[in-house]
């Protein structure tokens, strides 16, 4: 077809593409129909060559961490005293005692379950602002206040936090991506250098 179809109607040339049923972070949506709490797939039509962006980050099912964050100087330095407050990774909520699902607070350095559990991490950021916590279920960092995960392998402020609670988990050092490709003063991805 060429371009003259109309709008909204698909081309031989498109692909169709469909809404992926969950969501990482935020809610379900809901059909507009009878009440129910039916989940609601989205297709798209997207033109051959053109790049649907709703096929990256959250609403593929993944997201990009962030190489930065504004809220950083609210935690701790990193000294020897507050690394050594890092908890064993099988900590259990301070509120609940849930065994799993439970994050640090990279602030005050409490333990604290998942909103999958009784939502106390999320209440507790809601209550006092701390929005900075390591997940011990996979090292993840999220930042309550960005709304996003953090790469705490290109944040230098979180290598050693996530280096500790790594050791606690694995009994190793984490794996950090070399300087060659990553470089560190910028927080970018290797091969943005001006010094080639």
């Avoid at 509120?95 to 607070?105: I, T, V």
């Amino acid at each position: 077809m060429s371009s003259a179809a109309g709008a909204g109607e698909p081309t031989h040339s498109s692909r169709h593409v469909r809404d992926p049923p969950g969501r990482l972070c935020g809610e379900e949506r809901e059909d507009g129909g009878s009440g129910s709490n039916r989940k609601e797939d989205k297709e798209v039509d997207v033109p051959e060559g053109d790049v649907d962006l709703d096929l990256y980050g959250a609403a593929a099912g993944w997201v990009e961490a962030r190489t930065s964050c504004p809220h950083l100087p609210a935690m701790p330095a990193a000294s020897a005293d507050e690394l050594a407050r890092v908890p064993a990774p099988d900590s259990q909520c301070s509120r609940c005692h849930h065994p799993s699902e439970n994050w640090f607070c990279l602030i005050c350095k409490d333990v604290l379950c998942s909103r999958f559990i009784n939502k106390h991490m999320l209440h507790h950021f809601q209550e006092t602002g701390h929005c900075l916590a390591l997940s011990f279920s996979d090292l993840s960092v999220w930042c309550f206040a960005c709304d996003s995960y953090l790469d705490a392998q290109s944040i230098l402020e979180l290598r050693p936090v996530y280096e500790v609670a790594h050791l606690l988990k694995f009994g190793e050092r984490p794996p950090f991506r070399s300087l060659e490709v990553l470089d560190l003063s910028s927080g970018q991805n290797g091969g943005s250098s001006s010094s080639s």
